[in-house]
């Protein structure tokens, strides 16, 4: 089992533990669909889809606000279904697998008694990231993304009853997220403002 794993797991345990004996602390467990693409990687659209899990905790500051902790593993990237297509501008393209360990900071805005506001910074830790052409994984002497994302968030949360709210997240990366971006700006597509991981989410979040 990685090290990313047993923290992403013990994680989980804290959450669960914490939120059943404290009236200030509340948390649980969510699931959910992220889709993404890579803005920079001269693909465009969101067409790569993705897992979601992971959980949550948070801390009320007062009626109407709160302080929320996350810690999911999700899946981004971008996808090109055209890349066998040989009348297609995105021929032979090649797109991008990634995988993290993500955690948001988010401070929540409560609007009423079934909808929230959220927005905050979050920092993820890349597990696996890969191009991927029309034969499959292609190999790279040096790691061609760099190992932490750092990015922003906004979305809004739907209490469906006290245990279940459903969510919705926009996210973008703030710094290039490849090690081309910083060394060869012309390496398998990238262009001179580098790549960013951009995201929709939609999750399922059960409150403890």
């Not at 696996?128 to 790691?143: T, V």
Request: charged residues 15%; proline residues 2%; glycine residues 8%.
């Amino acid at each position: 089992m990685s090290k990313n794993l047993k923290i992403f797991l013990l994680f989980i345990l804290i959450v669960i533990y914490t939120s059943s004996n404290s009236q200030d602390f509340k948390g649980g467990v969510l699931l959910g669909l992220s889709t993404s693409q890579v803005s920079g990687d001269n693909l465009a659209g969101f067409n790569k889809a993705g897992l979601i899990f992971g959980g949550f905790t948070n801390r009320i500051l007062s009626n109407r606000n709160s302080l929320q902790l996350e810690i999911v593993y999700i899946q981004k990237g971008s996808r090109n279904p055209d890349i066998i297509n040989e009348e297609s501008e995105n021929y032979n393209k090649p797109y991008i697998n990634l995988s993290y360990i993500e955690v948001p900071m988010l401070l929540k805005l409560k609007y009423n008694e079934t909808l929230e506001y959220e927005f905050g910074i979050q920092w993820a830790q890349l597990i696996n990231g890969y191009y991927i052409d029309n034969i499959g994984e292609m190999n790279s002497i040096i790691d061609p993304f760099i190992k932490n994302d750092l990015g922003i968030a906004l979305g809004l949360n739907y209490f469906i009853n006290q245990n279940i709210s459903l969510n919705s997240r926009l996210t973008n990366s703030i710094l290039p997220i490849g090690n081309e971006d910083y060394n060869n700006l012309t390496a398998y597509n990238a262009n001179k403002k580098g790549k960013y991981n951009t995201t929709i989410n939609f999750s399922i979040y059960y409150h403890i």
